[in-house]
């Protein structure tokens, strides 16, 4: 079956360090983005790609960087820099030419600061 | 900015009754309106989505309701089951231009459904 897969679902980061989320995706969707999800915020982008070696920041970009050098995936660098990286990490993809049709979610990483 | 604006934030609901969830919105090129499901610990799932010809779509329990002119879009959740206890998200995107695909999100309404 098709689909999304993140890994690792938990991960726990010690302060100062870079952590690597990764996100794989077996749909043929040319386009995959990076959403955070705090409790009472909602989803909020940081950084998406419409096609593989290319890619934009979304809302809250900064600490965090990403590469697209393969169509399938999508990995996403939590740095040093981001103050506050305690928070839900959800990968998406959707379909090329279809707006909104076939948003596909991952099942997520939990990323905690120890 | 805001792009989608969702509320209530949480609903509490007996089984059996209504649950409606009210999103608005302020760009007009908007063009497709998705609801998603999410369970704790889960990504979230599509629901159901609507696009602005139609002022309404009904799946099974499910139904959205479309006011294009006061630019507003709301959930219904007919006879709610303790199963449907979830966070909801509204979503809106538009077709056309750089940002392709991209969705905005509303910031979720966290629904419970008491037995």
Redesign the interface.
């Known amino acids: 079956d098709g689909g999304i897969t993140q890994s690792p679902k938990y991960l726990f980061r010690k302060e100062g360090q870079n952590v690597t989320l990764s996100c794989e995706q077996n749909l043929n969707h040319d386009a995959m983005y990076w959403y955070r999800q705090d409790p009472g915020q909602g989803l909020r982008l940081i950084y998406y790609s419409q096609i593989v070696n290319d890619f934009q920041k979304g809302d809250i970009a900064e600490g965090y960087s990403v590469s697209r050098e393969k169509k399938e995936s999508f990995p996403l660098t939590v740095t040093s820099a981001q103050k506050n990286p305690t928070a839900f990490y959800l990968c998406a993809s959707s379909k090329p030419g279809a707006p909104g049709y076939g948003y596909t979610f991952g099942s997520g990483t939990r990323l905690t600061v120890v | 900015q805001q792009q989608v604006k ?1 509320s209530p ?1 949480s609903l509490i609901v007996q089984k059996g009754g209504i649950s409606i969830i009210n999103c608005a919105y302020e760009n007009t090129a908007f ?2 309106f ?1 609801w ?1 499901q999410q369970f704790p ?6 629901l159901i ?1 609507i696009r602005p010809d139609v002022s309404e779509k009904k799946e099974g329990r499910f139904t959205i309701s479309f006011n294009k002119s006061a630019k507003q879009f709301s959930l219904h959740i007919m006879d709610s089951q303790p199963g449907d206890s979830a966070t909801y ?1 509204c ?1 809106a ?3 056309r231009g750089s940002t ?4 905005y ?4 309404t966290q629904l419970t459904v008491w037995p």
């Open positions: 969702q934030q063009d497709y998705p998603y610990g889960k990504g979230p799932a599509l989505a998200f979503a995107s538009r077709g392709l695909g991209r969705l999100f509303g910031r979720g």
